[in-house]
């Protein structure tokens, strides 16, 4: 398994696509940061925090992460290099977990240069250091998992064809609804009571509410049960080839 891990990992770090991802990653939120003249602009909104940051990389992660992970198994399907990893000393456990830490592995390593952002409005804050540092370590915690269920999601997607676009569709249509879609479908008030519930069922309601630097378990429960959910669905998928 750990081998498999190096081996993904490697082709993600090596190759054009993990560089790409990495290098929008970073520009993207890097503009919005500090160039653009919008409300997330640190320079302009005068206030010690890098919140832009966590509001926009959710949204970025929907289409990066799908990136990411759309040849995980497509490419291997369309290869035929498939029946080969199947037949390696592993189970379809194993290989899932291997292929899922890698992703997870890489969203990790395109955070962490990022923390330059924090460090920059630590030496700009008046007083030196006035940062809510409780509050941005939270907002990391919750990015991470957050990118951990998307890895997750892209991961079934990808098992359940040989195509790398339709798996990216896939992937990016999931993410985004499971992130927004359970939110929007409670603002429209039709369910009464039960409209909180279904609030909670969406992974920006236990993301926002790690960003606010209380780490609560129902929020980690939370994450770790849907990324667990999708590495079994993406299981189940790879096991039916031998049905």
């Not at 290869?79 to 292929?99: C, F, H, N, Y």
């Not at 098992?159 to 249509?173: G, H, K, P, R, V």
Request: charged letters at 10%; proline letters at 3%; hydrophobic letters at 55%.
């Amino acid at each position: 398994m750990l081998t498999l891990f190096r081996k993904e990992l490697s082709s993600f770090l090596f190759s054009l696509i993990g560089f790409i991802v990495i290098t929008v990653f970073l520009l993207v939120i890097g503009l919005y940061l500090w160039v653009f003249p919008v409300d997330l602009n640190i320079l302009d909104y005068g206030y010690a925090n890098i919140n832009g940051l966590f509001i926009m990389a959710p949204w970025v992660f929907l289409f990066l992460i799908p990136a990411i992970t759309m040849r995980s198994f497509a490419e291997e399907r369309r290869s035929g290099t498939i029946e080969l990893l199947l037949t390696r000393p592993l189970t379809d456990l194993q290989i899932v977990m291997a292929k899922f830490l890698a992703g997870l592995s890489l969203v990790a390593i395109a955070l962490l240069p990022t923390l330059v952002f924090y460090i920059s409005v630590y030496q700009l804050g008046l007083p030196k250091g006035n940062i809510d540092t409780g509050g941005m370590w939270g907002s990391y915690i919750g990015l991470l998992f957050l990118g951990g269920a998307f890895v997750a999601i892209g991961l079934f997607c990808s098992s359940l064809t040989d195509n790398q676009i339709i798996s990216f569709i896939l992937a990016a249509i999931i993410s985004a609804f499971a992130y927004t879609g359970f939110e929007l479908l409670a603002s429209f008030r039709l369910f009464g009571p039960v409209d909180l519930f279904i609030q909670s069922l969406g992974i920006r309601d236990h993301y926002v509410s790690l960003s606010r630097g209380v780490v609560d378990t129902r929020d980690l429960l939370y994450f770790l049960s849907l990324i667990a959910l999708f590495l079994m669905l993406t299981k189940l998928s790879l096991e039916s080839r031998k049905w």
